[in-house]
């Protein structure tokens, strides 16, 4: 086999291999503690000339705008009244968490106990 072909193969073999970037721009805000207080893919603030006055307001609070290009931005969620405490507990954690409406999911009722969802199109539902 000649050498140009040879190097064709192995050239189109490694670019085959190769898989495709898929960076996403991630913006993070640090408040003066370094806790994060802002994370996701659009900017808090204006990044062009007229933004300078909302970017020079961070910097006043002593917060940090981080730009970085990752695979993926997850985003933050913040738990309001009890949250940081120790003695939370898992309920009040999960409570505000809606139930998943799959096939076989679990639907409350409102005395907080978990009806099971048929699993079959024909099962008998539960009576009110």
Aim: net charge neutral; with cysteine; aromatic share 4%.
């Amino acid at each position: 086999m000649p050498r140009t072909a040879l190097a064709c193969l192995v050239l189109t073999a490694a670019l085959a291999a190769a898989e495709p970037a898929a960076a996403v721009n991630c913006y993070e805000v640090l408040d003066r503690s370094e806790n994060v207080i802002y994370r996701g893919t659009l900017p808090p603030v204006d990044l062009s000339d007229k933004g300078a006055s909302d970017r020079e307001a961070m910097r006043k609070r002593g917060q940090h705008l981080i730009a970085m290009d990752v695979d993926r931005c997850l985003g933050i969620e913040y738990f309001t009244g009890t949250a940081g405490s120790t003695s939370l507990s898992v309920d009040q954690i999960v409570g505000g968490i809606a139930p998943s409406r799959g096939a076989n999911a679990a639907t409350p009722t409102t005395s907080g106990a978990l009806i099971k969802a048929p699993t079959t199109p024909g099962a008998a539902r539960p009576t009110p």
